[in-house]
């Protein structure tokens, strides 16, 4: 392959679709657990990780491997910086805010976070921005659909109930990740000048 970017960007899924696939093995160990998550810190980043089910997965890692796609000029580093902050937010609201959620397992909404992340980054590119409103609009009439008529059809398929709330806790963060990261950006930039 002559474009090096997409060279890393197929290496990255393929890690991590691996790493999820083998944490899925052995997912009792790894998913959200409630009463085992402060001894047991690292379930806050593989509950994402695991899923209900292999159709589960299937669908997950879908919907993750296209996301570099869909937004190419996104740097690895960015996929990275995310996979590793909305888990670890995602489960620490469940803990706080939503302490009736016992257990979680699943990436999805990790992905609604990614997806709202980089659409909002690229809100501010004059090439991309009709993209990133279609996203925004696809994710925000996905959550008023889930929380009105609810997601009956996709419980079916994946075997267990859908915890709308991991996707709203997803859109929410993805949201505070991409203000920061503009700040950040519109910061150095004028600090540079």
């Known amino acids: 392959m002559k474009d090096p ?3 890393r960007k197929i290496v990255f899924i393929a890690i991590a679709v691996s790493f999820s696939a083998c944490l899925q093995v052995f997912s009792d ?3 959200y657990w409630k009463a085992d998550l402060l001894q047991q810190f690292w379930r806050l980043w593989t509950a994402h990780w695991v899923h209900v089910g292999w159709v589960h997965y299937l ?3 879908l ?3 296209c996301l ?3 937004f190419p000029r996104v ?3 960015h996929f990275v910086a995310l996979l590793l902050l909305l888990p670890l937010l995602i489960s620490l609201s469940f803990y706080y805010i939503f302490p009736d959620i016992e257990a979680y397992a699943g990436l999805s909404g990790v992905l609604h976070g990614a997806y709202v992340a980089v659409a909002s980054v690229h809100l501010f590119d004059k090439k991309e921005r009709n993209f990133a409103v279609l996203v925004w609009f696809l994710i925000l009439a996905k959550l008023i659909w889930e929380n009105t008529i609810g997601s009956v059809g996709t419980a079916e398929l ?3 109930p859908v915890l709308v709330e991991a996707h709203l806790l997803g859109v929410i963060w993805g949201v505070m990740i991409a203000i920061i990261y503009i700040l950040w950006c ?3 930039r004028w600090q540079t000048d």
């Open 68 to 70: 570099p796609f869909i």
């Open 186 to 188: 519109y910061f150095y």
């Open 75 to 77: 740097k690895v580093w």
């Open 29 to 31: 160990a790894f998913i």
């Open 63 to 65: 919907a993750f491997a």
């Open 5 to 7: 970017f997409l060279m």
């Open 59 to 61: 669908l997950n890692m």
């Open 158 to 160: 994946i075997g267990s």
